[in-house]
């Protein structure tokens, strides 16, 4: 099939905050009386008016760069590269607010296709030059950062030129999408087919394909459409020595699986050029619902149950207590604020339910059953449908709160379920340790017959230095989850921010096998330095 | 907890055949008649005392190898280092009718656990000795049969000691086995907790934990309990430079996933010594059914939509028309030889129900439902029941076969489903062009959202020589595969027999990256030499 691009691209980010201008908003009074820690930043002018280091790649470089994808496609402005700087952690709002540039790259350069990568990193390779892959610009972890120390210069390689559907294969419900497309886009081009994707993280509007796989992303609708890297069938990868294309069938036996070794290696080991991946029917039919349950350990072990039982909705999350009275706009709904049985509002779930009505009936018919019997309280559509209308929304409230002085993150881990417990514990209270007068709020985003996710939001008011605030409390929580035996992330990948862990998690051994692969495809060390790769 | 070991040990199987000597039995008339290919065997006197090459390993290292495991647990008789020689394909088991042992390890050792298998590791590094993980000796494609050049010998690492149940966490649903559990051993020790794996590949009597993970083990239950390397959420691998120790989580973002390059690796990368997987309680309900379909296509497009749909029973196979006349017993179960329809016998489809009568019924229901309107046609439990009863049986009536001089052998793909028939066609039509008058039988014997897997049987005129009638429609059936753009291996591995064709499914990069990984964690390619790596 000939290649099929989206006609309209989402709008850029602003710098220094999330998303859409069109779409902040101003902090509800509701939030602003219930946080209590209003404070003004100090020194946090959020101006898109600043001053961007003078690039360190001498001209003969971007000369030859230019030589190589065309002017058109080679930008040193400074407002491109400031859109390039970093990603959309609190952190990087924090230094983009503050002014603090210094890991702009020094040039923008973007690739039409899988040719023109390759060609820019056997230049980068040759000239010793960074290259960092840039794809929604959502980063968490610290992943657009590279280090340039003995290098040229860093050379961000923006794929929003690479947005096409290269091709559906319907019989086997596989689609080849291209890395730069972002969530709305790609679900755009598979709508024309009458597929989709079926992923959305809370990125989704401005995340891309490239970057799920290249992160292991995992989505709000993972419990019935599965991790993105489960969903990937296919990588096509750029490196400076040549490519891969892998993906000969779902699965198979010929020896280790290496799709599993570029699936989450976050530019460290090549550039995502195309990746084939399941897709579905579109739903014809999605119903969200609320249940109530009493505490947080029922609400879970209701979770477990589940998914153990491989009878699992489309959507299912479960909030803890305290997120769970933040959260509730009307806490009537849950059955007032003394909760039904008087002990409190509870924990709400989330369930929602996507497909034909006959297989949403009949899922819906068996959970609802396991989950009466396990002790929910069915709540009906409305906080179902509350969630699903503000879904994407939660960054752009974070930009309202850090106006206002407080501070606001989130992190998440993942461990088995009998570990549940001690690992919530022991992050809760680290977190709490670290940031008196804290709010930490927790959710289960995603579950698995052995274990599930826990995803942790954190609000303080952020004093004089916001930025000086959060890392310490940001470095307890990982030591916390490292102390409990979880994996220091569940989807936002490792970056910068979690490498410092991440020898605690694969071992030394484990570690020297991705410097020898590290190795293999990236001899020269230009790709993505400095992330992932302890 | 502490560690559990089974009670009894399967019997050792003979050299030149399968399983326990008690199961084997004279080839049925009913088959003798059918495959009308009745030759006598040249030269093959499935003799069980034949001489063994004289080691290589001089003695002053077998007394290093006894100084750290004991006297008794190193053996260089020649009835154990037969009994250690080469797998059980097909070519295994004619040379070593025909008394070629010339793989024949030097030395057998038996390690009790982790440590003993690092003391070996790091004493053969030093040594500069070949080490082959030895399970239960079950391999199909070549993989214990190690390339010694530039080494001082060969010692098979055998694991039968190292036969734990190390841990059960019932909240998780996971459990820690030793390497060395065969299957029913595994299953026995699980139950005593009301526990089960439930992977039963046809291997499952012999076959063990550590190869089941080493070889990406697929097996008939799949379709409801996964690939064996899909049940995997932990690995603890021994490798001469130090351990590794994977699994904090069901998944994560945590980069690359590790454990997916020591899942078939096949002894290459390291000899796994704990794995940890998820298990699942008892089923209470097994019910087995047969299915009529008029047609191969019809069957496999069945298959498709229940895969696609996340309608799976337990188990889902589906033999070709060949497969289907030949395996019948009694036509008149599947409608008579002209069929139900008038147009021959059609293709024979199991299905297979297992869980709590509850789930049972509902699968069944909706399964049902979806197959009738799919134009199968219900045979009831008698098919079902009957394939259940032979499922571990094939291996028997091949020795029985072989001992007339028919040669039999399979082999298995996988491959996405809008190449499903263009790759039956083209392993079909190679394997017959190949072996003039051969029967060649098909199954598939796995499926997954995106695809299947094809499994063939081939039963020939064995000739003067069968090994040489054997190795070139082997050939070119793989060479068909690799045409076809599909994978060399479904679940058999790679080993050997199956390396010439692993850089066309990896290419070059993917090649270079598994040489890459291999000496980081085998400088001294001891481990399992000329085995899977390019």
Not at 440 to 446: A, D, N, P, R
Request: proline share 7%.
């Amino acid at each position: 099939m000939t290649t099929e691009r989206p006609a309209v691209l989402q709008p850029e980010m602003p710098a220094t905050r999330w998303g859409d201008p069109a779409h902040a908003s101003d902090l509800p009074d509701g939030v602003r009386d219930l946080v209590g820690m209003v404070f003004p930043l100090h020194d946090t002018p959020a101006r898109e008016d600043v001053t961007v280091p003078a690039p360190r790649l001498p001209d003969d470089l971007v000369a030859g760069l230019r030589a190589l994808l065309g002017d058109g496609h080679v930008l040193t402005d400074d407002a491109t590269r400031r859109l390039r700087t970093r990603g959309k952690s609190t952190p990087d709002l924090l230094r983009q607010r503050t002014g603090d540039l210094g890991d702009a790259p020094d040039v923008v350069v973007r690739p039409g296709g899988h040719d023109d990568v390759a060609a820019v990193l056997a230049w980068a390779q040759e000239h010793r030059v960074a290259v960092v892959p840039f794809g929604g610009g959502t980063a968490v972890t610290g992943g657009l950062v590279a280090d340039p120390t003995g290098l040229a210069g860093v050379v961000s390689l923006d794929l929003g030129r690479m947005r096409g559907l290269l091709a559906v294969d319907p019989l086997s419900s596989t689609a080849t999408l291209e890395p730069g497309l972002r969530g709305p886009e790609a679900e755009a081009l598979l709508a024309e087919h009458g597929l989709m994707l079926g992923h959305y993280p809370q990125s989704f509007e401005y995340a891309t394909v490239g970057g799920f796989a290249a992160t292991r992303s995992s989505g709000q609708s993972s419990a019935g459409y599965g991790r993105f890297d489960a969903m990937v069938v296919g990588l096509r990868v750029a490196t400076p020595v040549g490519d891969v294309w892998l993906g000969v069938s779902p699965a198979n036996a010929s020896g280790p699986d290496l799709r599993e070794l570029f699936l989450g290696s976050e530019g460290a080991f090549g550039v995502i050029t195309e990746v084939t991946v399941r897709v579905r029917p579109l739903p014809e039919v999605k119903e969200y619902e609320g249940w109530r349950w009493p505490s947080f350990v029922a609400g879970a072990d209701a979770m477990r149950v589940l998914a153990q039982a491989d009878l699992l909705p489309t959507v299912l999350r479960l909030s803890d207590e305290a997120e769970t009275a933040i959260n509730l706009a009307d806490p009537e709904s849950i059955g007032g604020e003394g909760g039904a049985d008087g002990e409190g509002p509870g924990c709400l779930m989330i369930t929602g339910y996507e497909g034909t009505p006959a297989a949403v009936a009949a899922k819906k018919a068996a959970v609802t059953a396991a989950l009466t019997d396990l002790g929910g309280t069915a709540l009906g559509p409305e906080p179902g449908e509350a969630w699903a209308a503000g879904r994407f929304g939660a960054p752009y409230l974070r930009d309202s709160l850090l106006d206002v002085g407080v501070l606001v993150e989130t992190l998440e881990t993942v461990t088995f379920w009998s570990n549940r417990e001690n690992l919530y514990t022991r992050v809760k209270s680290a977190l709490e340790a670290a940031l008196p007068g804290a709010m930490v709020l927790c959710h289960v985003s995603h579950v698995y017959a052995t274990g599930c996710s826990l995803y942790f939001t954190v609000a303080a008011p952020g004093g004089e230095d916001p930025l000086a605030t959060w890392l310490p409390a940001k470095a307890a929580a990982c030591e916390a989850i490292v102390a409990a035996g979880a994996s220091i992330t569940h989807h936002h990948a490792v970056g910068t921010d979690h490498k410092p862990y991440l020898t605690a998690e694969i071992g030394e051994l484990g570690a020297e096998v991705l410097r020898a692969v590290k190795r293999a495809v990236d001899p020269a060390g230009i790709l993505n330095p400095g992330v992932l790769v302890p």
